[in-house]
């Protein structure tokens, strides 16, 4: 009788597998069928519903010019007794050296694919290689609504799925944020086919696959890649659709008003995400070309030297970020180079003291270790830094240096820190454990003192005196 009901039971087994097999083949062929009629209905609306939309630009968030010079205090004010004996000893943040690897990228894709083609390329000075399905290949002779329908189709009939976890795949290891992922897919794109206008219907059907609501659009100059945005841009053209404003993504980051551009006002079923630059409480990995800078400064008859160390791959990716949000850049996290260099030489300055007598020693550093010089002399247009780009770049403005000395006491001495938003001006303000003779306000019940890293050996709680009477705005 057991053998008799395991034999049953064997059966059965086999017939349901069978079943099963088959009910599993049906559902996946029906939601081939639903994704392609999906695309096949998406390709059809790019054929009719196209809308022509004037571009507009967002200049720089300062609507007054910065100064060219900046007050500086001849003589440094030593801090009464009586404040260093209220103010309490810091406890500066553990930091440990940090070993960097380099990441070790596995695509799991077999090496010689049939119908399959591979291109290779330096992202940032780290080697990249890509293997996509030849039916990426095309020929674009017009720019039109009608060619731009057939290339989605053509691109839909692709294995565009290996593709998507190569991109994944690299984001993940080197900690790309989006704006990096974006750029790893036009570079990707600008390497198989050597044509901008390519390039971006590349990226834009790659985009809109991973779920980001991205669209293209075209004009006598050509085809361009729109993409909402998380964070507000500066100095690119934009259009407002549905209460939603399109960005043109260029890999330079700025770009112009560029008049009247034609594109369509649906959007891809589920692709509505936003792009986002901020760096997602990840530091990218970039760190293999390291260079050295030495920064020297005083602090009453104390001379200094800090060798600081930052990527130089890091500095070509910020090079052309696009001008974004302030708290973006305020929330920097520490990279590996700068954490081995300048924030573990600046730890041994401040251990022992007290936090007026640290937060006076991080103001006179960035005060005094950096030349000053505004965006528009140097650059040409607004530019904010990132704090390593402040140690490579020869000049900083006030927004530079808020910023960097922000990373500074927050990375070192853990107080909480704020931007001060003038019409013409950026500086910060520090909150202390204790009250703080001089300069303060109150911000949501928290007193905040006043503390500018471009008064130039000005102490904390002591404001630029033409900005004494003035209205800001805090940025957390």
């Given amino acids: 009788m057991i053998k008799i009901f395991l034999s049953l039971v064997l059966v059965w087994s086999v017939l349901f597998a069978d079943d099963y097999a088959d009910w599993l083949k049906s559902q996946n062929s029906e939601y081939q069928a639903y994704k392609k009629s999906i695309d096949d209905e998406f390709s059809d609306m790019l054929k009719n519903d196209w809308e022509a939309f004037?571009?507009?630009?967002?200049?720089?968030?300062?609507?007054?010019?910065?100064?060219?010079?900046?007050?500086?205090?001849?003589?440094?004010?030593?801090?009464?007794?009586?404040?260093?004996i209220k103010s309490v000893k810091i406890k500066p943040k553990k930091l440990k050296k940090t070993i960097v690897k380099k990441p070790i990228v596995k695509i799991d894709i077999p090496l010689y694919e049939p119908g399959f083609k591979s291109v290779e390329f330096k992202f940032y000075n780290q080697n990249i290689k890509i293997q996509y399905d030849e039916k990426y290949l095309f020929r674009l002779s017009k720019i039109n609504k009608d060619t731009i329908s057939?290339?989605?189709?053509?691109?839909?009939?692709?294995?565009?799925?290996?593709?998507?976890?190569?991109?994944?795949?690299?984001?993940?290891?080197?900690?790309?944020?989006?704006?990096?992922?974006?750029?790893l897919i036009y570079k990707t794109a600008i390497n198989i086919y050597k044509d901008k206008n390519k390039a971006n219907l590349f990226t834009w059907f790659t985009l809109v696959k991973m779920g980001y609501d991205t669209k293209v659009g075209y004009s006598s100059n050509g085809i361009y890649l729109l993409s909402t945005v998380k964070e507000d841009l500066y100095?690119?053209?934009?259009?407002?659709?549905?209460?939603?404003?399109?960005?043109?993504?260029?890999?330079?980051?700025?770009?112009?008003?560029?008049?009247?551009?034609?594109?369509?006002?649906?959007?891809?079923?589920?692709?509505?995400?936003?792009?986002?630059?901020?760096?997602?409480?990840?530091?990218?990995?970039?760190?293999?070309?390291?260079?050295?800078?030495?920064?020297?400064?005083?602090?009453?008859?104390?001379?200094?030297?800090?060798?600081?160390?930052?990527?130089?791959?890091?500095?070509?990716?910020?090079?052309?970020?696009?001008?974004?949000?302030?708290?973006?850049?305020?929330?920097?996290?520490?990279?590996?180079?700068?954490?081995n260099s300048l924030l573990l030489q600046l730890k041994l300055l401040v251990e022992d003291k007290t936090e007026i007598e640290a937060v006076n020693l991080l103001l006179r550093f960035v005060q005094t270790a950096f030349k000053y010089k505004t965006d528009d002399d140097q650059f040409k247009y607004e530019k904010v830094l990132f704090p390593e780009e402040t140690l490579y770049y020869p000049y900083s403005d006030c927004e530079d240096r808020s910023i960097i000395f922000s990373y500074l006491v927050r990375n070192l001495l853990g107080l909480d820190v704020v931007g001060l938003k003038y019409s013409d001006h950026l500086a910060t303000a520090v909150r202390f454990s204790t009250k703080i003779n001089g300069d303060s306000f109150k911000y949501k019940n928290k007193t905040y003192t006043i503390s500018d890293p471009t008064y130039i050996n000005a102490n904390s709680g002591m404001t630029m005196p033409q900005y004494k009477n003035r209205s800001f705005t805090v940025i957390e």
């Fill in 54 to 84: 004037q571009t507009m630009n967002t200049p720089s968030p300062y609507k007054k010019p910065k100064p060219k010079t900046v007050p500086q205090i001849k003589k440094e004010i030593v801090v009464p007794k009586k404040d260093l």
């Fill in 150 to 183: 057939d290339i989605w189709q053509k691109f839909g009939s692709t294995k565009f799925k290996k593709l998507l976890k190569q991109i994944d795949n690299y984001s993940d290891q080197y900690a790309l944020n989006d704006w990096a992922k974006y750029l």
């Fill in 235 to 339: 100095q690119i053209a934009f259009f407002t659709l549905q209460d939603k404003k399109y960005y043109i993504l260029t890999p330079r980051g700025k770009i112009d008003s560029v008049g009247s551009i034609y594109t369509y006002p649906s959007n891809y079923p589920k692709a509505n995400k936003q792009l986002t630059f901020n760096m997602d409480n990840k530091s990218i990995k970039l760190f293999t070309n390291l260079q050295t800078n030495n920064l020297e400064f005083k602090f009453f008859k104390n001379s200094y030297n800090i060798k600081s160390q930052y990527s130089k791959d890091l500095i070509e990716f910020y090079k052309n970020f696009p001008q974004s949000e302030y708290q973006l850049y305020f929330n920097s996290k520490k990279s590996p180079a700068m954490l």
